[in-house]
């Protein structure tokens, strides 16, 4: 392996990779060379996919917190970086949905929606950067969204949050530079994961939504291990601040 792109003796974890884009990112920085740390909220969900890494040779381990519950999460990314000696990488990418007509969200749904999508993910990157000062480098990878900064209706929550996201990648850059430490945020377009399974039963929006995109599908969770182990690597150590679109070019068609 070209080493600009190596990870070889960092440690990974990513928040909310028991499936979806987050185990796909998980499994790239495996196979680049990363130990990878899973995350979910429930333990059980967690152990076939660390199985399935460790048969395929790779260093993989878990740990199970629920990104809402900030005590908690702090104390579970300390203990990791306790027992693996180190946390180079955090994928801060635990996330939620929310649709619905402007007059029927409610204040719980709102809040649901913030505290895991925006909340949760903020205070994971403050316990993971106060971790990587002391060792003078790192990589912090935000899960944004395209719909940060594209109009759709009735997701209201969702998108303002995942804006929300891609403004804590420049603020945290901007404070966390100077101590060797990168933040970026990814914005995925339409990727086909459990979360918008319930979307996608909607053949004419799939349609529709396909017909848009130039590249004429929907993405895969292995599109975005790409970007992440690139971002990682020594390839992307310049690079920091940045809202990158993995969307096949839907963000820039008419």
């Not at 944004?144 to 969702?158: L, N, V």
Request: glycine share 12%.
């Amino acid at each position: 392996m070209n080493p600009l792109f190596s990870l070889a003796s960092k440690v990974a974890l990513i928040t909310g990779s028991s499936r979806g884009i987050g185990l796909g990112m998980a499994k790239g920085m495996a196979e680049a060379g990363a130990t990878v740390i899973l995350n979910g909220s429930d333990a059980n969900t967690l152990a076939a996919p660390v199985a399935a890494l460790r048969a395929a040779g790779h260093s993989a381990d878990s740990v199970a917190f629920d990104v809402t519950d900030i005590p908690a999460m702090q104390a579970a990314i300390r203990d990791v970086a306790g027992r693996h000696g180190r946390l180079d990488i955090l994928v801060a990418n635990a996330g939620t949905h929310g649709a619905a007509p402007l007059g029927q969200w409610t204040e719980e749904a709102w809040d649901r929606v913030q505290d895991i999508n925006l909340k949760g993910v903020f205070f994971a990157a403050q316990e993971a950067a106060l971790l990587m000062m002391g060792q003078k480098s790192g990589c912090i990878i935000l899960t944004g969204s395209m719909t940060g900064t594209r109009g759709r209706p009735t997701i209201h929550g969702y998108a303002a949050s995942k804006a929300g996201v891609g403004a804590l990648a420049r603020t945290l850059a901007s404070e966390l530079g100077p101590h060797g430490i990168t933040v970026n945020a990814l914005a995925p377009g339409y990727i086909v994961t459990e979360l918008n399974a319930p979307l996608r039963q909607d053949t004419a929006f799939v349609e529709r939504m396909t017909n848009r995109i130039p590249l004429r599908r929907w993405g895969q969770p292995e599109d975005l291990a790409g970007i992440a182990i690139f971002l990682a690597s020594p390839a992307g150590s310049y690079i920091t601040g940045q809202e990158l679109y993995i969307d096949g070019g839907l963000a820039t068609a008419l």
